[in-house]
């Protein structure tokens, strides 16, 4: 985020160029991915490095990639339930893993930065990502049987549409 990415930049002659905003939805995209420790260290440090790195650098705007799973609805033994629905920000957030768990820490350590830097932090909490060729191809069967989806409360957001929200 502090040196040139292309040649081109380099002809304009006035420096690094800076940065509005940053994206941040790398590292492990779910669990399980490799040991449960090693998910929550590379999410939560990755996550606190951007942070630190953007707010030393003066960028005033982050997104971060956070998960429905931290209500433990997802990913969970047995069948637990949401205490209500439709779930919002207000529902209780009850990790059950190392992935929901580093995405709760991240949430905080955002707010963290937010309170401390007045930075605009924006923790998306994203629910299962289907990219638009991949619509006609699964939701025949979740018609045919809705419990296919009950883990995902039913609900996921097509990739087009999260691209046009971090826009």
Do not use: W
Request: charged share 25%; aromatic share 8%; hydrophobic share 40%.
């Amino acid at each position: 985020m502090s040196q040139f990415t292309e040649f081109t930049e380099l002809d304009e002659g006035a420096g690094v160029p800076t940065s509005d905003a940053v994206v941040h939805f790398a590292a492990i995209p779910r669990v399980p991915i490799g040991t449960d420790a090693e998910c929550f260290r590379q999410i939560t440090q990755t996550t606190y490095n951007l942070i630190e790195a953007a707010a030393k650098l003066g960028i005033a705007k982050a997104i971060l990639a956070s998960s429905e799973t931290i209500y433990a609805v997802c990913v969970a033994d047995g069948e637990p339930k949401p205490d209500f629905v439709p779930i919002d920000e207000t529902h209780p957030t009850v990790p059950h893993d190392s992935f929901a768990m580093s995405k709760v820490c991240n949430e905080l350590t955002a707010k963290s930065f937010q309170v401390r830097t007045g930075s605009d932090i924006y923790g998306l909490r994203i629910n299962n990502v289907v990219e638009p060729d991949e619509n006609s191809e699964m939701f025949p069967a979740f018609l045919e049987n809705p419990a296919l989806r009950r883990r995902k409360i039913f609900a996921y957001i097509d990739a087009l549409d999260l691209g046009h929200m971090v826009d």
